[in-house]
């Protein structure tokens, strides 16, 4: 079965989504407490073993203060920039 063409983007979204988190200082314990999640719940959706919505995405995002335009908006750039 061919994989997905969306797999290699996926792989780059998932290490996007854990540089914020490593780049707050905060650990998948502090995120998954102040998003009602559990730890295990973080650490599955950075392994991509468990896929976020888009509004988990924006949770997530707005857990880290950053803005999820601007979270969007760089993983474009990055992901654009891959393709060269």
């Not at 996007?16 to 295990?40: F, K, N, P, W, Y």
Request: aromatic share 8%; glycine share 4%.
């Amino acid at each position: 079965m061919p994989k997905s063409i969306h797999q290699e983007d996926y792989a780059f979204f998932l290490r996007h989504l854990r540089a914020i988190r490593e780049q707050s200082g905060l650990t998948q314990e502090q995120v998954a407490d102040e998003m009602g999640v559990t730890q295990t719940f973080i650490s599955k959706c950075e392994r991509g073993e468990r896929r976020m919505d888009l509004l988990e995405v924006r949770k997530y995002c707005r857990t880290m203060r950053v803005p999820f335009g601007k979270f969007v908006a760089d993983l474009e750039r990055k992901l654009n920039r891959e393709k060269r």
